[in-house]
């Protein structure tokens, strides 16, 4: 048998490395894909007041939605962090439905009951955010009702990038938010034991490829500042998913910004503490409800 020729091989080096680094990426993104988890339980099985609802988003996809009608206080629109659902979120929508607000839940795209599309983002999970706010001033009567955002996590982060872009927006309220999505990624490779020169750089660099936006355009850092509204930071103590010096750092960040940032007990998802500040969290809402329903002449 005779050697192949030196050529031959240096020919097939750029195939074989653009192979590798194609199934680099499809493992890379199928790591980072958030899990569905489905609904386990309909309104009337949980004794919830209320109608599921169907959202048109972005890409021709429809979004599953919950509205849950109160007594006329305004609407809080909420937004669940990667990987949950909008029952989820009941825990907190149920105290503000009995204070008289309307709770508008829905499932991001990928999540819950929702069209499938082909990645789910921060800046995707704002379009979905702004698609339930468009159905909602849609509604009769709501076209200038007061409308406060509240978020979760990923949520949390993205009701500050939405309200960065509106004029509409009465309040925001972002609980377990982190700083920079930089440093989530950061805290990500770091779990997975992944250096992160060269390779955390650069799978950094291609996230953002594939989402369209840098990180710095889109972190709450970057768009706190430029909400017009007042908005109430929530963090627990305890967090080990994003540390309280983010929400130190995201609280210094808020520039003119009417920000108030309240550290409690307890981890990231403070379900089992948010109970206790549901009084002054319904404060910072009726504050902000009178603030912005226009008073007679």
Same mark, same amino acid.
Request: aromatic fraction near 0%.
């Given at each position: 048998m005779t050697a192949e020729p030196a050529w031959l091989w240096w020919g097939l080096l750029p195939a074989g490395l653009a192979l590798l680094l194609h199934l680099f990426h499809r493992r890379l993104r199928v790591s980072l894909a958030a899990p569905r988890v489905p609904i386990a339980c309909s309104l009337d099985e949980h004794g919830v007041a209320g109608e599921k609802v169907t959202i048109p988003t972005r890409r021709g996809r429809r979004l599953a939605g919950w509205w849950l009608p109160g007594q006329g206080r305004g609407t809080v629109v909420i937004t669940h962090g990667w990987g949950a659902n909008r029952e989820l979120m009941l825990p907190l929508a149920r105290p503000l439905q009995a204070a008289g607000w309307n709770v508008l839940l829905f499932d991001a795209r990928n999540h819950g009951e929702s069209d499938a599309d082909s990645f789910s983002s921060m800046p995707r999970f704002a379009e979905d955010t702004e698609a339930a706010l468009a159905w909602l001033r849609a509604r009769p009567g709501m076209a200038d009702a007061p409308v406060a955002l509240l978020g979760h996590s990923v949520g949390a982060a993205v009701v500050l990038l939405a309200a960065s872009r509106r004029d509409d927006i009465a309040a925001v309220v972002s609980l377990s938010a982190f700083a920079h999505p930089d440093g989530m990624m950061r805290r990500w490779l770091a779990g997975k034991r992944l250096p992160f020169v060269p390779l955390g750089w650069y799978v950094l660099r291609y996230v953002e490829h594939v989402i369209g936006h840098r990180f710095d355009t889109i972190a709450p850092v970057t768009t706190l500042p430029r909400v017009r509204c007042p908005v109430l930071l929530v963090h627990g103590r305890d967090d080990t998913v994003i540390p309280p010096s983010d929400a130190e750092r995201l609280h210094a960040s808020r520039g003119?910004?009417?920000?108030?940032?309240?550290?409690?007990?307890? &981890?990231? &998802?403070?379900?089992?503490?948010? &109970?206790?500040?549901?009084?002054?969290?319904l404060a910072f809402l009726e504050r902000i409800r009178v603030e912005a329903t226009p008073q007679p002449s």
């Open positions: 003119n910004t009417p920000a108030e940032l309240r550290l409690l007990p307890g &981890d990231h &998802d403070l379900s089992r503490h948010i &109970d206790a500040e549901m009084p002054e969290l």
